[in-house]
Nanobody, 121 residues
Framework: QVQVVESGGGLVKAGGSLRLSCVAS????????MGWYRQVPGKEREMVAT???????NYADSVKGRFTISRENAEKTVYLQMNSLGPADTAVYYC???????????????WGQGTQVTVSS
């Protein structure tokens, strides 16, 4: 059984910072890409940042220069450092990981339960 669990959300004032963490656990053979997505009510979930196992990163234009994604492969953990936050960053943030479980021969997406980030003006 594989789980992906986020932590680190909360309420912050505009201009502030937050750091999100996500840990994958369970019967994992290998993790490929990991990433962060966000969603607000009434809108589709959007990619925020992704990082490959080789540490190649990709960011949404709206967060470039403000957010930094990183990972520790040995710890099966991915982070999202968010700086210069604004009200437009308010959303539920979800962690995603492409994982091959020990009982499977293919990779599939696993999602966390989401963590709320609220930025007040």
């Amino acid at each position: 059984q594989v789980q992906v669990v986020e932590s680190g959300g909360g309420l912050v004032k505009a201009g502030g910072s937050l750091r999100l963490s996500c840990v994958a656990s369970g019967s994992i053979r290998r993790i490929s890409a990991m990433g962060w997505y966000r969603q607000v009510p009434g809108k589709e979930r959007e990619m925020v940042a992704t990082i490959t196992s080789g540490l190649r990163t990709n960011y949404a234009d709206s967060v470039k220069g403000r957010f930094t994604i990183s990972r520790e492969n040995a710890e099966k953990t991915v982070y999202l450092q968010m700086n210069s936050l604004g009200p437009a960053d308010t959303a539920v943030y979800y962690c995603n990981a492409e994982i091959r479980a020990t009982t499977e021969s293919y990779f599939r997406d696993y999602w966390g339960q989401g963590t709320q980030v609220t930025v007040s003006s």
